[in-house]
């Protein structure tokens, strides 16, 4: 339902001119066709942000926790002289390098969250 802009009277979207006072709407249907058009795309563009953000949030999750699982495996023991030494295997570094690559993944997520809410804002 739009209203008139000149008197608050409620008008039909097809008249163009108001009933009760007489003021032209064919620039008011306009403009809220247009609000309505960039609440769309705005909408449009905070769905996208938020699919973006569970994506990368997950992923970032998945190569954190599988970079620390990777690592774990990598430790080993040896006993020298009946003491236990602890050593990790140098293919851990790839277990170093999912991690970085998860915590990359988390800020692109962060980043995408900010950009919804400030999307949100403009709503
Ligand atoms: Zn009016």
């Given amino acids: ?16 001119y108001c009933p ?10 306009n403009q809220e066709r247009e609000q ?9 563009k905070m769905k996208e942000a938020r699919i973006n953000e569970i ?3 997950l992923f970032g999750g998945l190569l954190i926790g599988g970079g620390i699982i990777f690592i774990l495996q990598r430790i080993f023991t040896v006993d020298i002289f009946d003491v236990k030494v ?4 140098n293919a851990a570094i ?4 999912a991690i970085i ?6 800020a692109g997520a962060s980043d ?12």
């Fill in 36 to 44: 309505n058009n960039e609440i769309k795309r705005i909408k449009a």
């Fill in 86 to 89: 602890v050593f990790i295997d």
């Fill in 1 to 16: 339902m739009n209203y008139c802009p000149n008197c608050g009277n409620k008008i039909e979207t097809n008249q163009h």
């Fill in 101 to 106: 690559l998860g915590i990359v993944c988390c």
């Fill in 112 to 123: 995408y969250g900010n950009k919804y809410n400030e999307l949100e804002r403009k709503l």
């Fill in 94 to 97: 790839g277990g170093v390098v």
């Fill in 55 to 57: 994506t990368l949030a």
């Fill in 20 to 29: 009760s006072c007489g003021q032209t709407l064919i620039q008011a249907v």
